[in-house]
């Protein structure tokens, strides 16, 4: 089974142009980001893929693997989905541009459920925390996800799911990491299917391959990652990276 990582890095981010080329201790953020993911020497190839020159000859220039978008897309996945197309690959680990302390367990995790899943019943898998603050359930920046017995994914939401009507149920409340491991049939399907109704209500792309009657595998993890949306998680960042 040959499985790689890709790294999609939009220079544009909406909330905080250009933090892919911020500087974390003395290198970018995206530079930080695929050298930890190199070596947790899990992947058979770990590639960067991107829509900017500037983060393009970024990696080039550490001799990193690097692929240029080329066309406009709306999310990380399409993007990838677009570079692996003719690469020969069995699963593709998409590791988020923005989160430089990547974490080995979780990974490694997210690839065991592919090598256990003889039937192939698992269409993708991704990584979810156990929150209890209550203004992060609340919060529509945090996407939360419901799962049955055994783990699938029954839906995310940027509102709090389950709905607490009664005050009375040990109620579980769980945040979606956005790290996915995709077959490379699932992520070509999600690339040429048009968004439907729910994705385009939630803004949430993971929703499209529920719609489509795919099967999303939800891991548990405690690790709860820095993730640079803003200035500042990014000076959160450095502190944790001194």
């Not at 592919?114 to 992060?136: G, N």
């Not at 529920?210 to 993730?227: A, C, D, S």
């Amino acid at each position: 089974m040959k499985i790689i990582a890709m790294i999609p890095a939009r220079y544009s981010a909406s909330r905080f142009p250009g933090k892919l080329m911020q500087d974390l201790g003395g290198k970018p953020v995206i530079t930080r980001t695929y050298e930890a993911t190199v070596a947790t020497q899990l992947f058979d190839d770990v590639v960067v893929v991107t829509d900017s020159d500037i983060i393009f000859k970024e990696i080039e220039s550490i001799n990193g693997k690097v692929v240029m978008s080329i066309k406009e897309h709306e999310c990380g996945s399409d993007r990838i989905a677009e570079a692996i197309e003719f690469m020969d690959v069995d699963v593709v680990v998409n590791v988020q541009g923005d989160e430089p302390f990547t974490e080995v367990d979780s990974l490694r995790k997210l690839i065991k459920v592919f090598k256990e899943d003889k039937d192939k019943e698992v269409d993708l898998a991704s990584l979810m925390v156990h929150i209890t603050d209550d203004d992060e359930i609340k919060n529509p920046n945090t996407v939360k996800v419901i799962v049955d017995q055994k783990d699938f994914a029954l839906y995310f939401s940027r509102s709090p799911i389950p709905y607490p009507r009664d005050k009375e149920v040990a109620t579980k409340y769980y945040k979606h990491k956005g790290v996915y491991a995709f077959r490379k049939e699932a992520l070509l399907d999600f690339y040429r299917l048009p968004m439907l109704m729910l994705e385009a209500s939630e803004k949430i792309e993971c929703i499209r391959y529920l719609e489509y009657g795919k099967r999303i595998k939800m891991v548990e993890t405690n690790v709860q990652g820095v993730e640079i949306d803003t200035p500042e998680d990014l000076e959160r960042a450095k502190k944790l990276w001194k």
